[in-house]
């Protein structure tokens, strides 16, 4: 199938890379130049492990190319994936600017097509968004009547770190169509794939995608309160997690305490769909306590580095781990920004490293960074870690101590043996040990 895609993001780029790997002829469309010509020379504009290789491969075989020509690529293909940003705006509401512009350049593409074409949403939009503003966008621009359209929704699943293969092993694949065009579409292209296909409505799709990243938002929030308790009251969260994790109605994922959740997704997803629910006149209790507990967890973080070494001011302390989580540059919404721009207010000497992150993060705070965690917590009073590399986990922990001009080790994700800390000689904290 001739596949074109736009928004040549972390979404776009593991759809197109993923479509391509599948036999489909792809473009993945941007405004951005820079980005295209560096699909196009065969790198990944982004950090995400097997990208590259991927990407080189679809260049290879001419399945995949990058392009800046919006409309004509649209033109020439069957299908287009809307795959661009939707971020919040100051209020938490869904910012459909991208969308919307997306929207009017498939119109004004279609415009001088006469065979079928279909649009499927793939970015994340509040319920109604597809038939409700995406739709009459395009027939508006194109003046196309309604039955040459297909139209759809078919929300992205993929995690950051792990996306190539969860692009290619989903657990299932929610076809959200308006008509049969969108339907039959989307269930040939993704007819490789063996998993369960749920066919529903748009706006069924659009809110699976919500509830589902809002109740693992929701989730986390529940077991750092927990595990809150748990500090106050001499219990160790692991177990009680482990022991949680045992009744299959709950499952052992996503029951690790720690600083709280990030990235590009979690935090507007779940701000988005609660201002999207006050605005139709349902409040949602339990979304605006998952974001409360959220913004607490890093403050936690200082608290503890604070009751530690008395004033930070004029500490040095290390920070290890910018990005969201491991194995991506992504750094939006890390909590890492939360505690790194509360210790740099307070005084402190602050220095990070992040393997991935530092250039993004570089964008958001300008603070001292160090190319290896062994330069950044050089004679550093306290170490913190933010993200649970594998580099962090790995650290000997002796020669980390020995390094240092104090002991003081905050482990914010529960990355580190906390015997073997406290056998080395660390003044070692993590959030929900006793
Ligand atoms: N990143 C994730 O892990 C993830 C996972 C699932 C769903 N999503 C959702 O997918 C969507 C995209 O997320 P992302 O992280 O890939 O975003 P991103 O910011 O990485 O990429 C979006 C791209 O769209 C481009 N763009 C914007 N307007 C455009 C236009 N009119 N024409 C062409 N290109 C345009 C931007 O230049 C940018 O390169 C969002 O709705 C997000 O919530 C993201």
Request: glycine residues 8%; hydrophobic residues 40%; aromatic residues 6%.
């Amino acid at each position: 199938m001739k596949v074109s895609v736009i928004g040549t993001g972390y979404v776009g780029l593991v759809t197109g890379a993923t479509l391509a790997d599948l036999g489909n002829q792809v473009v993945c469309l941007d405004i951005l130049e820079e980005k295209i010509n560096t699909l196009n020379s065969g790198k990944s504009p982004i950090y995400e492990p097997g990208l590259d290789e991927l990407l080189k491969q679809g260049l290879k075989n001419k399945n995949l190319r990058g392009s800046t020509e919006i409309e004509q690529n649209i033109r020439n293909s069957d299908i287009t994936f809307i795959c661009v940003g939707t971020p919040s705006d100051k209020n938490g509401n869904i910012d459909l600017s991208y969308i919307k512009s997306a929207s009017s350049a498939i119109g004004r593409a279609l415009r001088d097509k006469n065979e079928k074409h279909t649009v499927i949403v793939k970015s994340t939009v509040v319920p109604l968004t597809t038939e409700e503003v995406v739709m009459p966008n395009i027939l508006k621009k194109s003046g196309w009547k309604r039955e040459n359209l297909g139209i759809g929704m078919n929300p992205e699943f993929l995690r950051e770190g792990s996306a190539i293969h969860d692009a290619q092993n989903p657990d299932r694949i929610v076809i959200g169509s308006a008509d049969d065009i969108a339907r039959e579409t989307l269930n040939e292209l993704y007819s490789p794939y063996k998993c369960t296909k749920l066919e529903c409505s748009p706006r069924t799709a659009e809110l699976i995608k919500y509830a589902s990243n809002s109740f693992l938002a929701t989730k986390i929030s529940f077991v750092n309160e927990i595990a809150n308790m748990s500090n106050v009251w001499g219990i160790d969260f692991q177990e009680v997690a482990e022991g949680m994790g045992l009744d299959s109605r709950i499952s052992a994922e996503f029951l690790r305490a720690g600083a709280g959740f990030g990235g590009s997704c979690f935090p507007k997803d779940v701000k988005a769909l609660a201002a999207a629910a006050k605005k139709s006149k349902v409040e949602s209790l339990m979304l605006k306590a998952t974001l409360e507990v959220n913004d607490i967890q890093p403050k936690i973080i200082v608290k503890m580095t604070e009751e530690r070494l008395g004033v930070v001011k004029g500490k040095k302390i290390a920070i290890l781990g910018l990005a969201f989580k491991p194995d991506t540059d992504d750094v939006r919404e890390s909590r890492s920004e939360i505690v790194v721009r509360e210790l740099m207010e307070k005084g402190a000497n602050v220095i990070a490293h992040d393997p991935e992150g530092m250039p993004n993060f570089k964008e958001i705070i300008d603070v001292k960074m160090a190319p290896t965690p062994e330069l950044a917590t050089e004679k550093a009073d306290c170490v913190i870690i933010m993200t649970e590399w594998n580099v962090y986990k790995n650290l000997d922990l002796e020669l980390l101590l020995e390094r240092m001009n104090g002991n003081v080790l905050i482990d914010g994700r529960r990355a580190l043996d906390s015997n073997l800390a406290d056998k080395v000689g660390f003044d070692y904290k993590t959030i929900g040990l006793g």
